[in-house]
């Protein structure tokens, strides 16, 4: 029997996008949110759908959307401030859980936090599975596959091309930023260590050009290590932030500093949401028409030598991020996944699947 499929955050820029992804793959989900008049319209657009009320600000509401083994989607963020109700729910209801943070000390917190409380009940937890972090997961785990018991250290690069005007969604900028004083991590010899996003810089060719990526916690260091026993070190790093790229690195130490001020955070929250307030809901039109994504994964052997290398290529990140939600949560529904707790996207459809699901939603390798 095929799950229910519930969504929550569906009003919301990438939510709507996941919405009308969910039924272009024929599901009908339960769209759910805090809007009751702005969810009855866009489930009429879509052919009319069930709609649920749920404010995250009253955990009660998120816990009543569910029901025991139902498929949870949610893109309600920034996560650190607004996710937690979300993940309660789905661990108390025994649910699948997917969701679209781009936040890595929320994806840690979940690994280490409530993968515990989530295998007592028999929820899954796949945080992260939007462009952040499912092609970095993908293609280290097909350069892994490639490289065997000479894997020693995985690089993840993420990069864009051919964006013009804004090029992100207003709920993007603001988790952003909100984040900026949030302490980073990375994976390195065995283990998994603190430190500041933006201490790093990895340089990578993708699609035929040189890139530079700043380093980040992503998702790949809580979920490669379990892939490949003789790995010591994951790094992941983003193109994203282009000329600024020289000015972030050097003021890595410095927001690492500053994230131990007392009312940093409010601060960060504080200022998110001013600049939220001055950029579109959405990425300009010609983004949306022309940008394509790359990650590039390569494996080097314990003395630094190239093992193996895999580039995948995809549309717009909201495109690719609603369509592999839609992909992930119809598939959970109709075959479950494999495993519970906290989970990686490798981990919870087999890389095979994963491979396959990543291809219908424009993600291939190139
Ligand atoms: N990693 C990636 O690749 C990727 C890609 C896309 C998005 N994202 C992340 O996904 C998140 C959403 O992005 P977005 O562009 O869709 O932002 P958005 O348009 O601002 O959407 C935020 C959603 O959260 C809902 N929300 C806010 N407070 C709530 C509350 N108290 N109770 C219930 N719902 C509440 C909003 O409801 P209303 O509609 O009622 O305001 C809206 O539906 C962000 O964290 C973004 O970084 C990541």
Do not use: C
Request: proline letters at 5%; aromatic letters at 4%.
């Amino acid at each position: 029997m095929t799950a229910r499929i519930v969504l929550l955050g569906a009003t919301g820029y990438t939510g709507a996008r996941t919405a009308e992804a969910l039924v272009a793959r024929g599901a009908r989900p339960v769209l759910a949110g805090r809007d009751p008049d702005r969810l009855a319209a866009l489930a009429g657009r879509l052919g009319g759908l069930e709609t649920a009320r749920a404010d995250v600000s009253n955990p009660r509401s998120v816990r009543g959307l569910l029901g025991r083994g139902d498929v949870l989607v949610t893109t309600v963020g920034p996560f650190l401030q607004l996710g937690r109700a979300a993940v309660d729910a789905a661990v108390d209801a025994a649910a699948i859980y997917l969701d679209s943070t781009g936040e890595p000390p929320f994806v840690r917190r979940i690994f280490e936090h409530d993968a515990p409380r989530a295998a007592g009940t028999g929820a899954a937890l796949i945080p992260a599975f939007g462009l952040d972090y499912v092609p970095g997961n993908l293609a280290a785990a097909l350069a892994l596959a490639e490289a065997g018991n000479r894997a020693h250290r995985v690089d993840v690069g993420y990069t864009l091309d051919g964006t013009s005007g804004q090029a992100f969604s207003r709920g993007t900028l603001v988790s952003l930023v909100s984040m900026l004083v949030e302490p980073g991590f990375a994976f390195a010899r065995g283990r998994l260590v603190t430190e500041a996003a933006g201490r790093r810089t990895w340089t990578f060719e993708a699609a035929g050009r040189s890139r530079r990526g700043l380093s980040v916690g992503g998702s790949e260091h809580l979920t490669l290590p379990a892939l490949a026993p003789t790995l010591r070190g994951v790094g992941v790093a983003l193109d994203w932030f282009g000329p600024l790229t020289p000015l972030a690195h050097r003021l890595a130490p410095v927001s690492a500093l500053a994230a131990r001020l007392p009312g940093a955070q409010k601060a960060a929250r504080r200022l998110a949401q001013l600049l939220g307030g001055r950029v579109a809901e959405a990425p300009s039109a010609a983004t949306l028409a022309n940008a394509r994504t790359h990650t590039v994964a390569e494996v080097r052997d314990r003395g630094g030598a190239l093992v193996s290398r895999v580039q995948l290529s995809g549309p717009e990140a909201y495109g690719l991020t609603a369509s592999l939600l839609a992909w992930g949560a119809t598939r959970a529904a109709e075959h479950g996944v494999r495993g519970t707790g906290a989970i990686g996207p490798v981990q919870a459809f087999g890389l095979e699947e994963l491979t396959a699901g990543a291809a219908k939603a424009g993600l291939t390798r190139t």
